[in-house]
């Protein structure tokens, strides 16, 4: 099977690639499964100089991985490079902090001695999307490989050449061949991949029907798995909020990589006595957004990644203006470009409220009081993050047990931070990258009881 990468800006072909042979596959199997044995092996400290060599390598050759994001997914140049340097930021922070992360736990019991060890678990599957081509394996790799795990990547066919720098990168640095491996195959491998007993878990960022389709096959196989998955993000805006900062705020995290963001703040709820004010500065504000070639330093919005994308966007725009919703800006789409828009009188039956909106859509939302925009927030199936922006913080922290998403974020958007657990709850997913639970997520949490004669020295 030969996949071809093409750029979206111009739909011209950039690259083809070819799939793996069985015999290509089973050999990188192989190879991981021994490479995982030996980086195991090694110390924290030892695998920690090889995260530190691909952090430098990333920055060292940042100008070449940002410019492949954006001709393979049509991100602005300039939110490639910093996609890149966040990369490195999280190759750092789990070099510098697993040492204290991994620590093996004593724990008193009727024991002599008792304690809790973090072993890898082996080689783990990832399986990650095209939206943040780099962040999404960064943001599962670290941590994996901090935790002595062995990692084989299947990423998404429009994006396989960032797949094939990644694995580049990992070269460049020095790790053991094996340690990472980049696979070329579809995605009607992954059963094969997860019923090879080899394979110890799997994570997965993308979409539900994805996400569903592979934890199906994990419980199958009875592996661990781990997904972050949509999300349909509420963002609140009360009476007492800075509208000059909510606004700039909804801006970015709206139209950020165009929309294209489980993260994004989709659903943006005002209440009734701000939401003229935050209206008219939010249309001022999107309808000064530069859009052009992603390549361009100036451009601040370029294509969706694929054009049948935007014209998925395009029919729930169309459908949720067929049940009454207005457009107050934009609206118009050309191949994968779609024009930033914003629609209001949103309500939950309409399709761009209650499906996931991968691309520039806004929706406005009057609320009359604190408790309907939570509710109204709440409407969904989703439960990646909410923002919340209001002066009293305070005024919320007896309803944060009642909100489900997997964050809350006050007078600041949603966003991931390695030093942060990150996930969801409902169909945006299981389990949680990042921070502590990120390297705890692929590991077994291995239990030593001595009941007497615990002569043992009781350091790591």
């Not at 701000?274 to 500065?281: C, M």
């Not at 991968?358 to 009057?366: D, E, I, N, R, S």
């Not at 169909?427 to 502590?436: F, P």
């Amino acid at each position: 099977m030969t996949f071809e990468s093409i750029n979206p800006h111009n739909l011209t072909p950039l690259q083809s690639y070819t799939s793996l042979t069985a015999k290509e596959l089973e050999a990188k199997i192989t190879l991981a499964t021994s490479a995982q044995e030996h980086w195991s092996a090694l110390s924290v400290t030892e695998r920690e100089a090889f995260l530190i060599r691909v952090a430098a390598e990333l920055r060292n050759a940042s100008g070449k991985h940002a410019e492949m994001i954006t001709l393979e997914m049509g991100k602005p140049i300039s939110e490639s490079l910093a996609e890149i340097e966040k990369c490195a930021w999280v190759c750092e922070y789990y070099a510098q902090n697993a040492a204290a992360l991994l620590q093996v736990e004593e724990i008193t019991t009727d024991a002599e001695y008792s304690q809790v060890q973090y072993d890898p678990l082996g080689v783990i599957l990832g399986i990650m999307p095209w939206n943040f081509p780099y962040w999404q394996v960064f943001r599962f790799a670290a941590p994996t490989l901090m935790a002595g795990n062995a990692i084989v990547l299947k990423h998404a066919p429009n994006v396989f050449g960032c797949a094939a720098l990644i694995a580049q990168a990992f070269e460049k640095a020095g790790l053991p061949n094996g340690v990472y491996t980049n696979l070329v195959v579809h995605h009607n491998t992954t059963e094969q991949l997860l019923a090879d007993p080899r394979i110890a878990g799997v994570s997965l960022t993308g979409s539900v029907r994805a996400g569903s389709a592979v934890a199906a096959l994990a419980g199958k196989y009875i592996k661990p798995s781990l997904l972050e998955l949509g999300g349909s993000n509420a963002f609140i805006v009360c009476s007492d909020a800075d509208i000059p900062k909510a606004v700039t705020a909804a801006l970015y995290g709206r139209m950020r990589n165009a929309g294209q963001s489980c993260i994004a703040a989709k659903r943006l709820i005002v209440m009734a006595d701000v939401y003229d004010a935050f209206r008219d500065g939010f249309v001022n504000a999107v309808s000064q957004l530069v859009a052009g070639d992603p390549l361009d330093e100036a451009t601040e919005i370029g294509p969706l990644a694929r054009v049948d994308l935007a014209e998925n966007l395009e029919r729930q725009l169309r459908e949720s203006v067929a049940a009454g919703a207005k457009i107050l800006f934009g609206g118009k789409r050309k191949n994968a470009f779609f024009q930033p828009t914003i629609l209001e009188n949103a309500t939950p039956s309409m399709a761009a409220f209650c499906e996931e909106t991968f691309g520039p859509l806004a929706v406005l939302t009057k609320a009359d009081t604190i408790e309907q925009a939570l509710s109204l927030a709440a409407n969904t199936s989703f439960g990646l993050g909410l923002s919340i922006f209001t002066k009293k913080p305070e005024q919320f922290y007896t309803a944060l047990k009642k909100i489900k998403d997997g964050a809350v974020f006050f007078n600041s958007v949603v966003k991931s931070d390695p030093r942060l657990p990150f996930g969801g709850t409902g169909i945006s997913g299981y389990g949680r990258e990042l921070g502590k639970s990120g390297i705890h997520a692929f590991v077994n949490e291995k239990v030593v009881y001595i009941h007497e004669h615990a002569n043992i020295e009781r350091t790591q």
